[in-house]
């Protein structure tokens, strides 16, 4: 009866995760509703499950089932909650990394997103309303602010950290209907090689703003005035990798 028992396990511990996760799962709140989208699982034929909670780490319930796309919709949400996204494979993989967005309190806002360029600076003054540094995770966000943030995380021989990865995605939500300047403070700390292009596009993929960044071993600042939920996109054009230190608010 014993040995019975353990080919059980071994069976269903072999038969679990043997798909492939979804990976680079993303969530944002718009408009009402929190907009999903994920990478395939590198196992073909697989349709995927989505899972939320209200607490980092789950518990998670099934919201969604056997879907084909790369994306969902959750418009069965509350105002004022933050809800923690993962999605499986055929049931079977593990969880693909958690994803999170911010609900504000009336459930509004959001509206349609928007990112127009405002310019580019080595220095100045930015972050009067919130900050968030890589690592170290320094200063605060608005409270209109839902924040994902990707990529592994460095530091420079001066002992400034940084996000790496290319491409590195972050998913911003601003979750009122104003617009508001966003900043992304990049310096090239350890080299003079790197060159590396900022993309904003909305939720769906749709490409809002594109601007190339290089020579900048002593930081630079770009900024835009944006609205709503936007994914926020550095993709290395040259060197180790694309980098990125802070994302600052005004």
Known sequence: MKRFLLLIAFVALSTFGQYAPASNLLAAFS???????WDASSTSGVTYNVYRGTA???PYIQ??????????????????VTYYYVVRANEESVNSNEASAVVPSGGGGGGSATASF????????FGTAGSWTAGTRQGSLPSYVGLTTTGKVGAFGTGVTYWYGSPLPFVLNLNDSNPHQVTIYAIDGDSAARAETI?????????LDTESISAFRKGVYDSWTITGGVVITITRTAGANAVATKILFD
């Open 31 to 37: 408009s009402s509703q929190v907009a999903l989208s």
């Open 56 to 58: 980092s780490g789950g």
């Open 63 to 80: 919201i969604a089932s056997n879907i084909a796309a790369l994306s969902y919709t959750d418009a069965t949400i509350a105002s004022g």
């Open 118 to 125: 405002v310019g580019s600076a080595t220095s100045g003054t």
């Open 199 to 207: 993309t904003i596009t909305t939720i769906g993929g749709t490409v």
